[in-house]
């Protein structure tokens, strides 16, 4: 009989290409994002907008069957009819909020467990650069979050092209280009608020909580702000408003309330997105100083 | 292991200096390292783990370089931390997930692929005799299988050169056997040098063939201990039972030796480069004496160490 | 009832389900008690009886006499460093230890000097001013330790007080124990590192489980665990012929020859007649012995024996 003994036995095989490295963070934050059923119905749930969208896109151009139970179809068309403002509350509205739910839950649960029992050494004390961890589990969170809001956009966008034609497209496919570009940013944005916070507060549930509230807090001191002094500078501090003017100015549409000019929203939006990325590069440190 | 690597030392360190700040905490270290298994001694706040910490590419040197098999830490740092395994001193894993899955991810982030990191990651689970708790989240395990776990992703790569920072710190005394036993497992494949920084002599005695000595940011000595030991062999300590120890220390003297006699029961012996410990046991066959202890110095190590810290 | 021992009166302790420690007697004298045993063993529980901090389930614990239920009295003559690092934040190590002598009732001038005492026994003078918080590892144990010792007491329980200390700083610190049982008081010593537990110990106690294993000197230990024949191991150029012989032997029960053949390992009921035996060969034959001793003679070894390496942990 032969007896195979157990002794330590150093590794001899392939080793994968720098590059790929990376992605092996995705690969394995995304297989735990899922693994959670809470994040899984998440998930579903943001579709459930678009598939109502998709029935009112249908609606309007192909109401004639309603003629069947006494509905005055163009009325209907009427009422329905797709303009920019379809777009920004059909899909853009809940595809901000759908973002922003994804990254709640889903920032924490990919950044806080490295951070909470000291796993940073580990990570890089192997041949990993800080930009590469960040880079990955951006990755990993952008990924949902694009596919339930770009994907379901750009599927909106294009069925109302089927529907609306050739004209249409040619007056309107810069709509199409207004829509990614809105979503990208808003999803880098948001998606680097939450692993910064994610990596600062160590718990999960905090961090989830002050995704909330901060932004609620900078808002309502925002609005105070402007009662005090009687100015609309204080908007800088509200989402809200600053996606408000991103998208009346990406889809055309006309101002209808005082708010920030568009260059002041993208500036807005780009320095709180800097400001993640600093804060959350300046988390990954291997090591606590003792003083 | 490539025949040009092989030649190459462990470890250089030429002119290293490092600080935080204006405080400098290495200075100026020039060493070159190569033994099987290296201890890192020295009080706290000697450097050790800047140093390890340096070694690991976490600081950039302000004067000087280390190199790990002449990959120097900072413009190569990934080469170099391809080859190394770490342990840190304090707790370190990833709640929330299995210990299998987490440590074939750290296999993963060395660069294994997918399939051969999951074979490696249920071996150094065996390995280190955490098989029955590999399934479960990393979190449940006790402190002793926490150690192990973070031993076990410093491993499951199969580095060159393995780095442990204090790694028998808490361990109740089985699972501190088990752990050195380990490492000198390690140390005898053949395949990785172990640097084991530690408090506790006894162990890096027990593991180590060579000792780096650090103080106030400098190398008090670097010394081979097989070296220290072989030069000991002629201090002995003796313990008798039986009969008039006295008389037996008188007759040792007559052989050229020198005796003194210590406690109630041990005699210290000088033997001359000519006499053997044989003489000894033929005067205790004479006497009727037993010798019930006999053994050369055995604390070289803590003998470097003061030393070290005197000069 | 010796008024000079710290006494457990088959005492049980259970926190509601869980097990602490259960029927321990003990009678624990004067001098350095080394306190041995697996984490989750019941140490800390037994010390927290010894101090105070917890009352049994069943039986009794008197410390010198007195009551442990009796904190007044009790703390002032027990000192008690835990494993535990916390400290409040933002005092420095000589406010800490001045602050925990004024609440045991002591002047300001009177605590101060105490701390000043404390703080030089343990070697912490230079850096007494400085924050705890911004102390290392040792530095913080050394402040612990200072803080057991400040209001001289007669009785001092020690959890794990070695570790994160380099090794001068553990010489220093074992110098001190032996000073304090010197001067007639009582050291309780819990402790992983059982060669220091052997240096320094003038007894030891081993539990496992909640239960006591053995109490004593390690030699008295030995010589109750008598089913254990003594082992004793020989370094030497050539066991075979040790070996053989030592098999001729009626008292051998067992010898095992070292991986690298330059030595053995052998069992026997009777040590006397081994090594008188091991004088006589040595004069027939060149054996080249270069070391001999008892392979067992030692907290480890007891420990390896009576409680033992449980097999994979858990």
């Known amino acids: 009989m032969a007896v195979y003994a157990r002794t330590y036995r150093s590794y001899a095989g392939p080793f994968v290409s720098e590059r790929a490295r990376l992605f092996v963070l995705t690969r394995y934050g995304l297989a735990d994002l899922f693994r959670s059923k809470a994040f899984l119905a998440l998930f579903v749930l943001c579709f459930v907008p678009t598939v109502v969208a998709m029935v009112r896109i249908y609606l309007a151009h192909n109401a004639e069957f309603l003629d069947m139970f006494n509905v005055p179809s163009q009325a209907v068309e009427q009422l329905l009819a797709i303009s920019g403002s379809f777009f920004r509350g059909w899909v853009l509205v809940p595809a901000a909020v759908a973002a922003f739910w994804i990254a709640l839950f889903g920032g924490a649960s990919l950044v806080s467990p490295d951070f909470r029992n000291n796993a940073m050494p580990l990570y890089l004390a192997r041949p990993l650069s800080r930009s590469e961890y960040l880079a990955g589990k951006l990755l990993a969170l952008l990924i949902p979050m694009c596919a339930v809001t770009l994907a379901p956009a750009l599927l909106l966008f294009g069925l109302q092209c089927l529907f609306a034609g050739a004209a249409w497209i040619g007056d309107y496919a810069w709509v199409g280009a207004s829509l990614v570009v809105a979503i990208l940013a808003w999803n880098l944005v948001i998606a680097l608020f939450s692993l910064a916070l994610a990596a600062w507060v160590k718990w999960r549930p905090v961090a989830r909580l002050l995704m909330i509230a901060l932004p609620l807090l900078a808002s309502a001191f925002g609005h105070a702000a402007n009662g005090i002094f009687g100015t609309t500078w204080g908007l800088v501090l509200s989402f809200w408003s600053i996606l408000g003017a991103i998208w009346e100015s990406l889809l055309r549409l006309p101002e209808n309330t005082a708010t920030l000019s568009a260059g002041t929203a993208w500036v807005m939006l780009t320095l709180v997105g800097l400001a993640s990325l600093g804060l959350f590069y300046r988390r990954i440190k291997a090591y606590e100083v003792e003083r | ?311 | 009832m010796s008024d000079d021992r710290i006494v457990f009166d088959n005492v049980s302790k259970f926190y509601g389900e869980v097990l602490g420690v259960n029927h321990v007697q003990l009678s624990i004298a004067p001098g350095i008690t080394g306190l041995v045993g697996p984490n989750g063993s019941g140490k800390t529980t037994l010390m927290n009886l010894a101090t105070g901090l917890i009352q049994p389930t069943a039986g009794t614990v008197r410390v010198l006499g007195l009551a442990t239920n009796d904190p007044e009295r009790l703390f002032r003559v027990v000192g008690y460093a835990s494993q535990f690092d916390s400290f409040p934040p933002g005092v420095s190590g000589r406010q800490f230890i001045t602050a925990y002598l004024r609440v045991h009732g002591y002047t300001r001038e009177e605590a101060g000097r105490r701390a000043e005492a404390a703080i030089a026994r343990v070697g912490l003078s230079d850096a007494s001013e400085r924050k705890v918080a911004a102390y290392s590892k040792g530095m913080r144990q050394r402040i612990r330790l200072a803080q057991a010792i400040a209001h001289d007491p007669r009785v001092l329980v020690l959890d794990e007080p070695l570790n994160g200390l380099d090794p001068m700083a553990r010489a220093e610190v074992i110098q001190l124990f032996q000073d304090l049982a010197h001067e007639g008081r009582h050291v309780l010593v819990s402790s992983h590192i059982l060669h220091e537990v052997d240096l320094i110990s003038d007894r030891v106690v081993l539990i496992n489980n909640g239960y006591l294993v053995a109490e004593g000197e390690i030699s008295g230990v030995r010589t109750e665990m008598s089913e254990h024949p003594v082992q004793v191991f020989v370094r030497c150029r050539d066991p075979r012929f040790l070996a053989a012989r030592l098999f001729e032997q009626d008292h051998t029960v067992e010898v095992r020859l070292h991986d690298d053949l330059q030595g053995l390992l052998a069992r026997t009921r009777d040590p006397d007649r081994f090594h008188l035996l091991l004088n006589r060969l040595s004069v027939q034959h060149p054996l080249g012995i270069e070391a001999v001793g008892p392979a067992d003679d030692d907290v480890a070894a007891v420990y390896d024996y009576l409680i033992g390496d449980t097999g994979s942990p858990s």
């Not at chain 2, 190459?8 to 200075?27: A, M, Y």
């Not at chain 2, 899955?101 to 150094?124: D, N, T, Y």
């Not at chain 2, 808490?170 to 172990?194: E, N, T, W």
């Not at chain 2, 201990?225 to 008188?250: C, I, M, S, W």
């Open chain 2, 1 to 311: 292991m490539q025949p040009e690597e092989a030649k190459k030392p462990v470890i250089e360190l030429d002119g290293l200096t490092v600080q935080f700040g204006s405080r400098t905490i290495l200075s100026d270290l020039k060493a070159s390292v190569s033994g099987r298994a290296i201890g890192l001694l020295g009080p706290n706040g000697a450097g050790k783990t800047t140093l390890l910490h340096t070694l690991l590419g976490f600081h950039e040197p302000k004067r000087g370089a280390a190199r790990i098999f002449g990959h120097d830490v900072t413009t190569e740092g990934r080469e170099a931390r391809r080859l190394l395994g770490y342990m840190p001193e304090r707790d370190a894993f990833i709640a929330g997930i299995s210990g299998v899955r987490f440590v074939r991810l750290m296999a993963e982030m060395s660069g294994l692929p997918s399939e051969e990191a999951l074979e490696r990651a249920h071996e150094a689970f065996f390995y280190v005799g955490l098989g029955e708790a590999r399934y479960r989240n990393v979190e449940t395990y006790s402190y002793g299988m926490k150690q192990l776990a973070k031993f076990a992703q410093a491993i499951v790569h199969g580095p060159r050169l393995l780095l442990l920072d204090e790694p028998t710190n808490g361990l109740d005394p089985p699972a501190r056997a088990r752990m050195l036993r380990l490492i000198r497992q390690v140390r005898d494949s053949g395949s990785a040098h172990v640097i084991i920084s530690s408090h506790l002599l006894k162990d890096v005695e027990d593991c180590c063939d060579e000792v780096l000595v650090l103080k106030e940011g400098r190398i008090a000595t670097y010394c081979n201990l097989e070296a220290e030991r072989r030069t000991n062999r002629k201090f002995l300590l003796v313990e008798t039972r039986g009969a008039d120890r006295a008389a037996f220390a008188q007759a040792v003297e007559k052989l050229g030796a020198e005796c003194a006699l210590a406690g109630e029961r041990r005699i210290k012996v000088v033997l001359p480069a000519e006499v053997e410990v044989q003489s000894l046991f033929e005067i205790a066959a004479e006497q009727e004496i037993q010798i019930r202890r006999l053994d050369y110095k055995r604390d070289s190590l803590q003998e470097i160490f003061l030393r070290a810290m005197e000069a």
